[in-house]
């Protein structure tokens, strides 16, 4: 069993930052690809970044420049630091690894408003 869970959401004002967390446990040897997406109300679930094994980044065009995705292959833990927040980047996000198959976590809630 594979947990993941996804810490740091909150309310911030437009133009803050916020770092979130994706822990993950259980019987993990390696992991691969491990990506953050967001779900919004009324919109489909999208992919904002991902990194790969090797330490490769790459990011939507939405958030480019904004959102850094990170690892700490020691911790088991991938991170997105989100600077210069948009009330647009409101929604839940959820972390995703693939150990073996596709994990989700439960998801944290980014408010972005004044």
């Known amino acids: 069993q594979v947990q993941l869970v996804e810490s740091g959401g909150g309310l911030v004002q437009p133009g803050g930052s916020l770092r979130l967390s994706c822990a993950a446990s259980g019987s993990i040897f390696s992991i691969n690809a491990v990506g953050w997406y967001r779900q919004a109300p009324g919109k489909q679930r999208e992919w904002v970044a991902g990194i790969g094994s090797g330490g490769t980044t790459n990011y939507a065009d939405s958030v480019k420049g904004r959102f850094t995705i990170s690892r700490d292959n020691a911790k088991n833990t991938v991170y997105l630091q989100m600077n210069s927040l948009k009330p647009e980047d409101t929604a839940v996000y959820y972390c995703?690894?693939?150990?073996?198959?596709?994990?989700w976590g439960q998801g944290t809630q980014v408010t972005v408003s004044s």
């Open positions: 995703n690894a693939y150990i073996g198959r596709s994990y």
